[in-house]
């Protein structure tokens, strides 16, 4: 026993831990034996609880929509109009309640001031009509978004909820033919491109049992860009007036 007597037992502890660290173990073991080499068991993923303030909580159904033309005007530049945050002043239909032609737009010009379709784009949109015997006094002209978008064009988060209205507002109105200029337009009332929809007749039906026959065609804005395309427009305004088959 003489030597022993002469161990530092707190040396030599500290030294096996140093060593036992060294050799990555730095944890503690429990007496009951444990597999280590098992593979772990797979672990189930945590469902989360879901939010207190969207838990079953039905979305907001949209408010229902004015029964008269009227009471639509009001509420189109009212505080539950979807662009009412967008600046600028609402823009209203403009012409005849009961015409038997209606002209749908996307939205106001950068330029436009006291009314839809001023300046170079309001001239061509005149001489077109005028070239099929019409006018903005026997049309009615509306757009799809009373105030113009900070974006310049339809944001797609809106475009349902506003061809749903611009629909609604057709229906009120129960034109004989609708005239949609432009891609944006024509979405809003048949979902798809002018390109496609040019050509023929579309039929809108109303709740109260009318159908308006829809024609589409360029945007007078793209006229001007593009003069070639004016060849189609014409054909376009001709279908609109009953001279060519749809």
Known sequence: MGADQNLDWQALTASALEWWRDAGVDVLVEDAPFAWLDAPAPIEPATPAPHPSFASSPAAPAAA??????????????????????GGAAFASRGPADASIMVLLDCPERGDR???????????????????????????????????PPIGRVPRDVEARLGEIARHHAGLVAPKRLLVMGDAATRAILTTNAAEARGRYHPLHHKNGTVTQVVATHHPRLLIERPAAKAEAWRDLLLLNGELPG
């Open 114 to 148: 006291e009314a839809l379709l001023e300046g170079a784009v309001g001239a061509l949109f005149d001489r077109m009509l005028a070239a099929i015997g019409q006018s903005r006094e026997t049309v009615l002209l509306a757009s799809v978004c009373a105030r113009r």
């Open 65 to 86: 929509l004015p029964d008269t033309l009227e009471a639509f005007a009001a509420w189109r530049a009212g505080e539950q109009a979807p662009d009412r945050d967008w």
